[in-house]
């Protein structure tokens, strides 16, 4: 179903939950149909396509639960939103077929654009620390800027000075949310564009085991 109007997609979302639907597997549905790339709501900025390419699914059904809030609970949608996990063990395994293959294309762009981006850097974090440990430096340790420098080449207050500057954003004295995901998948480009390809796929795989340990950390204290 090709839907032009984000309207007629929150309608049918509210109606097929209303049915009896599973109210993720609908959301999820919605989220496929969904033909906005940002919108502003009640003053707040919603960036669910970074630059054209990275789908943010979570921010969009966050989006999403604002027009069924009185239809799914509550417990359940803090939990996604907020460690993201789904109410139903197979939503993953069907995420592909429920979102659509563009749509999780674009999700799986988000992945490494931007969660996997964020690991890179810690991963040089640990390791920077680990090199002073063995080299004896116990009392210096590595701050995120090491990392930024030596993974980008700036600290990371330049690097958003760079950024703000290319994407003709204003400066401002703090970052948020949704501009620190669009300055994390910014960086990721340049990464790619500016590194060997042998560096990024180390830096890359590092980033995996980190993401990896802190995604399985993050599940044994939510359960």
């Known amino acids: 179903m090709a839907v032009a109007d984000p309207a007629l997609v929150i309608q049918e979302l509210r109606q097929c939950i209303s049915s009896g639907q599973e109210?993720?597997?609908?959301?999820?549905?919605?989220?496929r149909d969904?033909?906005?790339?940002?919108?502003?709501?009640?003053?707040?900025?919603?960036?669910?396509?970074?630059?054209?390419?990275?789908?943010?699914?979570i921010r969009l059904v966050e989006r999403l639960c604002i027009e069924v809030a009185d239809l799914v609970p509550q417990d359940d949608v803090v939990r996604l939103i907020a460690n993201d996990r789904p109410p139903s063990d197979h939503a993953y395994a069907d995420l592909k077929s429920l979102i659509g293959p563009d749509k999780y294309r674009a999700y799986l762009t988000f992945i490494?654009?931007?969660?996997?981006?964020e690991m890179v850097v810690h991963a040089v974090v640990e390791d920077l620390r680990k090199r002073r440990r063995t080299a004896g430096l116990t009392r210096y340790d590595a701050e995120l800027d090491d990392a930024y420098k030596y993974v980008y080449g700036n600290t990371r207050s330049e690097l958003v000075d760079l950024f703000r500057r290319d994407k003709g954003l204003p400066r401002r004295s703090h970052i948020t949310l949704t501009e620190m995901k669009e300055f994390t998948y910014w960086l990721f480009k340049m990464r790619l564009k500016n590194s060997d390809k042998s560096r990024v796929a180390s830096d890359t795989k590092r980033a995996l085991t980190v993401l990896h340990r802190y995604t399985a950390a993050k599940g044994r204290q939510t359960l």
Do not use: F, S
């Open 23 to 31: 109210w993720y597997g609908a959301m999820l549905h919605a989220v």
């Open 34 to 57: 969904w033909p906005l790339t940002e919108e502003e709501l009640d003053g707040e900025r919603y960036v669910y396509l970074l630059d054209g390419e990275a789908l943010d699914l």
């Open 112 to 117: 490494y654009g931007v969660l996997v981006e």
